[in-house]
């Protein structure tokens, strides 16, 4: 089933949750709404689903319109991030349950359910767990049966809010795994909601980026990493370092002379020495030893801090210049451990810093 969301804005009270969002999803596509707490990305799930009601748009269902259909009328499949399992009810009888509330007409009969219980459970991995109670699984196991009670209803589009949350981060990894090859067994139409950029990056065809109620940017996970099309987007995606300067003829210049840099821009090829933003990913920046003979073409820095684990080395930069960085000052840059051996850096000493590929936004 596919998915069109048109106009969709919803406000509690003073506060603007949805702003005018538009937005359609495939048919069998797997969906990420990710961004910040409060951004609006649970308002317009729960819109989808019919627990909440928007203030203005329209939700249409391959083409029909179900903004006013109950939560029934839409089969959807909700997925909470704390499970809502019944807990005097064993596993079985949780995946059985929307199956039993059927109505009479089209509720199966006892022994159609068990079949198709068994089988939910079989396909989840937990075929073993059904005479146990909610009390007696782990987490994750957890997550799984509540998964397998909303597919119990045969769902057109299947609904997770955080639905791995409420885990340690191991566990989380596995069901990110498990949920992606489900989908790729199933086909459902789903749209799972998460702050966590990693998640929903590794997981989703396509992610749904959010920002103070509206949608920022969407595109497949690698479109949204590697053209982020906005400040905020950039800023989101994972580590990033901030630096200030100017924009003149396709040219970005952050710092002055010896102690700064310039960089080709040639987005901007039209701005006039324009107050600018360059966003440098901690990778994308080369350190070198400090040469005070020599022009440096770069950022001098202090090196703060270096934490070395497994293959990668974090290095924690202060400027010489305080402004020429974000609001916490500090710079993060990344490299291999073996390089960071080589260079034989010690902690205190003068570095200088040059991006070897930045984004930079006119302000």
Not at 61 to 90: C, I, K, P, W
Not at 165 to 183: F, I, N, P
Not at 259 to 283: C, I, L, M, N, W
């Amino acid at each position: 089933m596919s998915i069109a969301i048109r106009q969709v804005s919803k406000d509690f009270g003073t506060f603007k949750a949805l702003r005018n969002v538009d937005l359609d999803i495939d048919s069998g596509e797997l969906v990420a709404l990710l961004g910040p707490s409060g951004c609006g990305k649970t308002t317009l799930l729960r819109i989808i689903a019919g627990l909440e009601t928007a203030d203005h748009g329209n939700i249409l269902f391959s083409g029909e319109d179900a903004t006013d259909f109950n939560v029934r009328e839409r089969n959807v499949g909700f997925v909470f991030q704390h499970y809502a399992l019944f807990r005097h009810m064993s596993v079985f009888d949780n995946v059985a349950f929307g199956l039993r509330m059927k109505p009479r007409t089209t509720r199966p009969s006892e022994s159609v359910i068990k079949e198709k219980v068994h089988a939910l459970l079989g396909l989840v991995q937990l075929d073993w767990l059904s005479d146990r109670y909610p009390a007696q699984l782990s987490g994750g196991q957890r997550q799984r049966i509540a998964l397998a009670r909303a597919l119990a209803v045969e769902p057109k589009v299947l609904l997770l809010d955080e639905p791995f949350g409420a885990l340690d981060a191991k566990v989380r990894k596995e069901l990110r795994r498990w949920l992606r090859r489900l989908h790729d067994d199933l086909h459902v139409t789903s749209i799972f909601v998460t702050h966590d950029q990693e998640e929903a990056l590794e997981v989703a065809d396509r992610v749904v980026l959010m920002n103070s109620g509206k949608v920022e940017q969407v595109g497949t996970p690698q479109q949204v990493w590697d053209h982020p099309a906005s400040p905020f987007v950039y800023g989101f995606l994972g580590d990033v370092n901030l630096f200030h300067g100017r924009a003149h003829e396709g040219e970005m210049r952050i710092g002055e002379g010896h102690d700064g840099v310039r960089f080709a821009s040639p987005e901007h090829s039209t701005t006039q020495d324009a107050k600018a933003f360059a966003y440098v990913r901690p990778h994308d920046l080369e350190v070198r030893r400090y040469q005070a003979s020599e022009p440096n073409n770069g950022i001098a820095a202090k090196l703060v801090r270096a934490i070395v684990v497994g293959p990668i080395a974090r290095l924690e930069l202060l400027p010489e210049d305080r402004s020429l960085a974000g609001s916490d000052d500090i710079i993060e840059a990344q490299m291999t451990a073996q390089q960071f051996h080589e260079l034989g850096l010690k902690e205190g000493e003068t570095v200088v810093v040059t991006p070897r590929k930045a984004r930079v936004f006119v302000a």
